[in-house]
T-cell receptor
Framework: GAVVSQHPSWVICKSGTSVKIECRSL??????MFWYRQFPKQSLMLMAT?????????EQGVEKDKFLINHASLTLSTLTVTSAHPEDSSFYIC???????????FGPGTRLTVT | QKEVEQNSGPLSVPEGAIASLNCTYS??????FFWYRQYSGKSPELIMS????GDKEDGRFTAQLNKASQYVSLLIRDSQPSDSATYLC????????????FGRGTSLIVHP
């Protein structure tokens, strides 16, 4: 199956700093990428949908100025958590869509801990 | 508001038994249904998809869909300790939507 990578796999940062998470589709072109957040024992919550070359569409309640998403190429999308706070500590997962809408692949996730 | 409901569990079954996981959804127009397995600290992996009423079997896994009753289930036969994980149900609506709604997941524990 198609491969999606995320970097870093885990990161610890201090409150007030910014963290960038990369999502790459390694062997296919992803026209659309989705960013999810998952708190412990909770479901996946869609944060935003990004299409290559255009602005991301954010879900209700997600601060677009805090969670900056860039989808500059067909193989790379980045999520930057700006001025991170402890409540932003979570598991962030990207999902890349290839071709038909049914072909969607999760990245391995990034564990963010803000101290 | 589209909702996908799952019992959070944990569901505990002995090794070799059948594990039955259930999911209900609110959007009657839903067309595509998925089961994902998520190990602790890992991202979900797709294990089954089903689109029409009835059963779909893949190895030890069987997905069952009943659109009239708005539920989808996953049966795992001959459960193994390695099946211990959280199982997420995901549902996609019709009308060209390509964003599924995920349930909270059911934790399954298979004990030796």
């Amino acid at each position: 199956g198609a491969v999606v990578s995320q970097h870093p796999s885990w990161v610890i940062c201090k409150s007030g700093t910014s963290v960038k998470i990369e999502c790459r589709s390694l062997d296919f072109q992803a026209t659309t990428m989705f960013w999810y957040r998952q708190f412990p024992k909770q479901s996946l919550m869609l944060m935003a949908t990004s299409n290559e070359g255009s602005k991301a569409t954010y879900e209700q309640g997600v601060e677009k100025d805090k969670f900056l998403i860039n989808h500059a190429s067909l193989t790379l999308s980045t999520l930057t958590v700006t001025s991170a706070h402890p409540e932003d500590s979570s598991f962030y997962i990207c999902r890349a869509m290839q071709g038909a809408a049914y072909e969607q692949y999760f990245g391995p996730g990034t564990r963010l801990t803000v101290t | 508001q589209k909702e996908v409901e799952q019992n959070s569990g944990p569901l505990s079954v002995p090794e070799g038994a059948i594990a039955s996981l259930n999911c209900t959804y609110s959007d009657r127009g839903s067309q595509s249904f998925f089961w994902y397995r998520q190990y602790s600290g890992k991202s979900p992996e797709l294990i089954m998809s089903i689109y029409s009423n009835g059963d779909k079997e893949d190895g030890r896994f069987t997905a069952q869909l009943n659109k009239a009753s708005q539920y989808v289930s996953l049966l795992i036969r001959d459960s193994q300790p390695s099946d211990s994980a959280t199982y997420l149900c995901a549902v996609k609506a019709s009308g060209g939507s390509y964003i599924p709604t995920f349930g909270r997941g059911t934790s399954l524990i298979v004990h030796p």
